[in-house]
T-cell receptor, first 113, second 116 residues
């Protein structure tokens, strides 16, 4: 079965640069979530979209923005990167919202040097 | 706001022995509850979930979990662990009141070590 696809899988950026992560949800899933997991940490919810509209907002820094496009894929844009942004970024998707099972992608590793 | 507590940071179990991973949640009503497993450098795989109904939930890989409202707990169990079960286990809760795409709140995780 198709899963959540994230790209790139690995990314190295310098401080103050910009990075964009992409997420392709499971086909027919209309809800996308972004999470950040620092080394040895639990995943932290950043933001979610339902039917291309922002649905919930967690601990997403102001330097980050995201959107969901008409084909339901989503992009997380991160600007003015800091060393502390180095983390594993997960995208997840679900069919509908309100607690339906959320499926996670393999994650995108961002290293800021 | 909801929260999840996993009291055990590390647990070591002998292969073939039984396992119980603890999870306590704080939430005003009955939440949606999940257990995920994460192998090093990998994504999160859903083991099982509880939304409503039977409080004993069966999942994949021989895992089960029991929702106990009186104890605000959702402990994960497996009768006999295999070396391949060594991983990080996360309990998570979702808000079921708002109807929106609320993010999951995760516990800090329990690192499971399997002894030969």
């Amino acid at each position: 079965a198709a899963g959540v696809i994230q790209s790139p899988r690995h990314l190295i950026k310098e401080k103050r640069e910009t990075a964009t992560l992409k997420c392709y949800p499971i086909p027919r899933h209309d809800t996308v979530y972004w999470y950040q997991q620092g080394p040895g940490q639990d995943p932290q919810f950043l933001i979610s979209f339902y039917e291309k509209m922002q649905s919930d907002k967690g601990s997403i820094p102001d330097r980050f923005s995201a959107q969901q496009f008409s084909d339901y894929h989503s992009e997380l844009n991160m600007s003015s990167l800091e060393l502390g942004d180095s983390a594993l970024y997960f995208c997840a998707s679900s069919l509908g919202a309100a607690g339906n099972t959320i499926y996670f992608g393999e994650g995108s590793w961002l290293t800021v040097v | 706001a909801q929260s999840v507590t996993q009291p055990d940071i590390h647990i070591t179990v002998s292969e073939g022995a039984s396992l119980e991973l603890r999870c306590n949640y704080s939430y005003g009503a009955t939440p949606y509850l999940f257990w995920y497993v994460q192998s090093p450098g990998q994504g999160l795989q859903l083991l099982l979930k509880y939304f409503s109904g039977d409080t004993l939930v069966q999942g994949i890989k021989g895992f089960e979990a029991e929702f106990k409202r009186s104890q605000s707990s959702f402990n994960l169990r497996k009768p006999s662990v295999h070396w391949s079960d060594a991983a990080e286990y996360f309990c998570a809760v979702a808000d079921r009141s708002g109807g929106g795409a609320d993010g999951l709140t995760f516990g800090k995780g329990t690192h499971l070590i399997i002894q030969p």
